[in-house]
T-cell receptor, first 114, second 110 residues
Framework: KAGVTQTPRYLIKTRGQQVTLSCSPISGHRSVSWYQQTPGQGLQFLFEYFSETQRNKGNFPGRFSGRQFSNSRSEMNVSTLELGDSALYLC?????????????FGQGTRLTVV | TQLLEQSPQFLSIQEGENLTVYCNSSSVFSSLQWYRQEPGEGPVLLVTVVTGGEVKKLKRLTFQFGDARKDSSLHITAAQPGDTGLYLCAGRGSARQLTFGSGTQLTVLP
């Protein structure tokens, strides 16, 4: 069974640009969550999608958005990039996203904003 | 907001020593997961504990969930250099989302 796949693995963008990251969950998993990881802030929750609907949202500005498709694949978009957006972006999928469900992570996308 | 405090933040020990990492909260979690992460990679799930007082063993790693389901610990016996990594605890609470601890960076020196 294939794991969570994130593309691309590495990305370099310029301030002011926008970027789209992709996540393909484990087959059969309908919940996809996104996290931002930086050395200073650790793992911070961005949002969770379940059956194409945003179910939870973290405390990030509106420049961060996402969506989920009918096949459960998810994308997140960051517009008007800032230097502080440089981070490892992680996607995790769960079977149901409810209490007790385990979250499995992809390898992440390393975004560098210059 | 549910918070998880993880300690210690950094730990450097010699091969063969034992260690314990703690994860504490004032909130109750329906389940708690432990992950290990290596540089530039995503966290890898080690174990999930669900029942208060539950103890799970994974080779030299022992995980315990507190009776009140507010805290957890990870104990490593006879640590090896291959155990080096960032250890993260994560609790799933009433909002269903995972709340992560700040992590423990473990370095095991040969």
């Amino acid at each position: 069974k294939a794991g969570v796949t994130q593309t691309p693995r590495y990305l370099i963008k310029t301030r002011g640009q926008q970027v789209t990251l992709s996540c393909s969950p484990i087959s059969g998993h309908r919940s996809v969550s996104w996290y931002q990881q930086t050395p200073g802030q650790g793992l911070q929750f961005l949002f969770e999608y379940f059956s194409e609907t945003q179910r939870n949202k973290g405390n990030f500005p509106g420049r961060f958005s996402g969506r989920q498709f009918s096949n459960s694949r998810s994308e997140m978009n960051v517009s008007t990039l800032e230097l502080g957006d440089s981070a490892l972006y992680l996607c995790a999928s769960s079977f149901e996203g409810q209490g007790g469900s385990e979250a499995f992570f992809g390898q992440g996308t390393r975004l560098t904003v210059v | 907001t549910q918070l998880l405090e993880q300690s210690p933040q950094f730990l450097s020990i010699q091969e063969g020593e034992n260690l314990t990492v703690y994860c504490n909260s004032s909130s109750v979690f329906s389940s708690l997961q432990w992950y290990r992460q290596e540089p530039g990679e995503g966290p890898v799930l080690l174990v999930t504990v669900v029942t208060g007082g539950e103890v799970k063993k994974l080779k030299r790693l022992t995980f315990q969930f507190g009776d009140a389901r507010k805290d957890s610990s990870l104990h490593i016996t006879a640590a090896q250099p291959g155990d080096t990594g960032l250890y993260l605890c994560a609790g799933r609470g009433s909002a269903r989302q995972l709340t992560f601890g700040s992590g423990t960076q473990l370095t095991v020196l040969p």
